[in-house]
């Protein structure tokens, strides 16, 4: 073989291992970045979630809440109504233990 075909084989080799070299490091780039942008999306999906958990939880609180007020309001009428009758009950009683006092005397 002749002295130029050698170089020209050399530089050929040479080319390709750049070209080799330069097709790794792109690619080695390429998968950090897909990593990266993988960990963004995961990130911003996690506080997309958690904001979504949030709301759900603040509108169970509010409407427990509010179920809780309308509970204890007509927990609060049945009492109303109970004293309501134990005042009536009372003087209906008072006034039989008045009477039953008076007949015997």
């Known amino acids: 073989m002749s002295l130029p075909a050698i170089k020209q084989i050399i530089e050929l080799e040479e080319s390709l291992r750049q070209q080799k070299e330069a097709a790794q490091a792109s690619a080695k780039k390429s998968v950090a970045e897909a990593e990266q942008a993988g960990q963004m999306l995961m990130e911003r999906l996690r506080e997309q979630a958690e904001a979504e958990v949030a709301t759900y939880i603040r509108d169970a609180e509010e409407k427990a809440a509010l179920e809780g007020a309308a509970i204890r309001e007509e927990a609060e009428a049945s009492c109303a109504s109970l004293r309501e009758n134990a ?3 009372l003087n209906e009683a ?5 009477g039953r006092i008076v007949k015997a005397r």
Do not use: T
Not at 94 to 98: E, H, I, Q, S, T
């Open 87 to 89: 005042k009536l009950r």
């Open 94 to 98: 008072v006034a039989l233990v008045v």
